[in-house]
């Protein structure tokens, strides 16, 4: 039996999963308004960062490369197709999602071995919840899904399997 039998429980997780594709999309966000001058939407993106300035990720965003937004772009269109197809009840979401996952972090690990990225995201003091508590829940989430999607992926393979035996 699916976990995700219902609408409502693969749209609550269609809505996680699009979650997933605007985070990975909030930096290269911050990144066009900042270099298109559109300092007004870098401020408020701005706001939703540690220390709640955009000014502090500015060499950050000057060293991050085009082909890495190209790869975070990628995987949040991805996440979205993963979305429409669990709405859809189709088996591909599971694949949609991990391929946009791997992309996604592959663009973050670059990203973070950068020293732009260390100095913009080091804080004087430590705090449980942004160092610990955020970036916990942040690497457990698309897991939990991914978890979901297979298990859901699972089902719906196992009813094909056994719907076409019986034709």
């Known amino acids: 039996m ?3 039998n219902t609408w409502y429980a693969r749209g ?3 809505l996680l999963i699009v979650g997933q594709a605007v985070s990975f999309l909030f930096a290269t966000a911050l990144t066009l308004s900042y270099r298109l001058n559109y300092l ?8 939703f960062t540690p ?4 000014r502090r990720f500015i060499p950050l965003i000057e060293a991050t490369p085009w082909w890495i937004h190209a790869l975070w772009v990628a995987a949040s269109l991805l996440f979205l197709v993963s979305a429409v197809q669990l709405l859809r009840n189709r088996s591909a979401a599971f694949l949609a999602f991990a391929a946009g996952w791997v992309l996604g972090t592959v663009g973050n690990l670059i990203s973070q071995a950068t020293p732009e990225y260390r100095h913009a995201f080091s804080f004087p003091t430590p705090m449980f919840t942004r160092d610990y ?6 690497a457990l ?5 991914a978890a979901a999607l ?7 393979l196992a009813g094909n399997g ?4 019986l034709e």
């Open 2 to 4: 699916s976990l995700l």
């Open 12 to 14: 609550l997780l269609a």
């Open 40 to 47: 007004r939407g870098a401020r408020s993106l701005g706001g």
């Open 51 to 54: 220390g709640d300035d955009y």
């Open 133 to 138: 508590l955020i970036p916990a829940a942040v």
């Open 141 to 145: 989430l698309p897991l939990l899904i």
């Open 150 to 156: 297979w298990a859901h992926r699972r089902c719906s």
């Open 162 to 165: 056994a719907e076409a035996e």
